[in-house]
């Protein structure tokens, strides 16, 4: 930015001086020279930082400010009791990403550059470290009198602050330390809120897998269950002794035949007949077709009828296949007004035939 400068007179100089050594009477005769300021002009001005060093005394090209920081503009001027501008209140803010605050800045260190132009620009060799670092500046003054403990100090080679009583630096630096407690503290907090949000879903997890093992355990000693009556079930219905050897075969299901005039005889009922009431009786079918003969009955340990000897196939007695089957495969029928047994078993004369042969014990 450029500030175009072609003033004639002027009340202040960057060097100090108060008035022009031109004047003869001290009113209304003051001479101006080229190089003056109106303070008017001063303030309002803007301020370039450069890190580099600069030259006043040579002329800079034009757009030379371009290269610098724009840092701010000049609010106020600061008057030694002589008269003399010993510093300038400069309003800096923008770049820092700050809002604008004043600072005050020791006139020495400012340089006046021109352009080739003519145009002239205030600059001062500094960093940026050093004025984000630089405390704000106080006014020293209130309803005209000095404040309590005001002291003008030196903070680096750069940047003149005013302060009173306590230091700004100390000011930043307590509330540097209260904003890293309360981070530290917060962090604490952060960190037993993490560490009881772990211990919780440490026992979540733990409660899970409990119950998951339990469900585990339960379902294994079901399925053993469930495995054991199943060998259990399938060894009673594919075991049958058909003689001196075991041989293993599908049990037939007991047929549920009605016939009209005949009941189904109870199991000690049928427990009470003789040999000779079911030997040598028909073995039918489920449609009344004669599929065999009962040749034997088999009596187990405990006395009751265990299988049953069906003769089948053959003619007159002739070429007949013994088989046993088990007496739960068999349904006995019992007439209702007489001794006439009907014998049933759910299979074909075919399929019976196709059984070992029962060897006999």
């Known amino acids: 930015m450029k500030r175009f400068l072609s003033t004639t007179a002027i009340v202040l100089t960057m060097t100090g001086a108060a008035f022009a050594e031109a004047h003869s009477e001290g009113f209304g005769n003051v001479a101006v020279e080229q190089t ?21 005394a040579t002329p800079v090209a034009n757009g030379a400010e371009q290269e610098w920081d724009d840092i701010g503009e000049i609010n106020d001027i600061i008057l030694s009791k002589d008269g003399e501008v010993t510093a300038v209140i400069l309003g800096i803010g923008g770049f820092l990403g700050l809002g604008e605050r004043d600072v005050s800045i020791s006139m020495d260190k400012i340089r006046i550059l021109n352009d080739e132009d003519g145009d002239r620009f205030l600059v001062v060799n500094t960093s940026k470290e050093m004025l984000e670092q630089a405390p704000e500046f106080e006014r020293p003054m209130m309803d005209g009198e000095a404040m309590e403990g005001e002291a003008m100090t030196e903070t680096d080679d750069n940047v003149t602050v005013v302060t009173n009583g306590e230091t700004e630096t100390e000011e930043m630096a307590n509330e540097v330390e209260a904003e890293t407690e309360e981070m530290v503290q917060d962090t604490e907090n952060a960190a037993e ?3 009881a949000e772990t211990e919780e879903m440490a026992n979540e997890v733990e409660a899970e897998s409990e119950e998951m093992e339990q469900e585990a355990e339960t379902m294994m ?15 009673a219905n594919t075991t049958v002794i058909t003689g001196d ?6 049990l037939l299901p007991r047929p549920e035949v009605e016939r009209e005039g005949y009941a189904a005889a109870e199991a000690d009922m049928i427990q009470q007949m003789s040999a000779d009431d079911l030997e040598g009786s028909y073995v039918y079918g489920a449609n009344d077709e004669t599929v065999g003969e009962i040749d034997t009955l088999l009596i187990g340990d405990n006395g009751q009828i265990d299988r049953v000897v069906i003769n089948v196939g053959g003619f007159l007695g002739l070429g007949e296949k013994p088989v046993a089957v088990t007496f739960d495969e068999l349904q006995v ?12 078993i759910d ?10 042969e029962y060897q006999g014990d």
């Not at 469930?226 to 259990?232: F, G, H, K, L, R």
């Not at 029928?333 to 049933?344: F, Q």
């Not at 299979?347 to 070992?356: F, G, K, Y």
């Open 221 to 235: 000693e079901n399925a053993e269950a469930e495995t054991e009556e199943a060998v259990n079930e399938a060894d």
């Open 347 to 356: 299979s074909t004369e075919e399929r019976l035939e196709s059984q070992p």
């Open 333 to 344: 029928l019992k007439n209702v007004e007489g001794d006439d047994v009907r014998i049933y």
């Open 193 to 195: 809120n993490l560490e």
């Open 36 to 56: 003056d300021f109106l303070a008017s002009d001063l303030i309002g001005m803007r301020i370039y930082n450069s890190e580099a060093e600069v030259d006043a």
């Open 245 to 250: 050897e075991t041989v293993e075969r599908e």
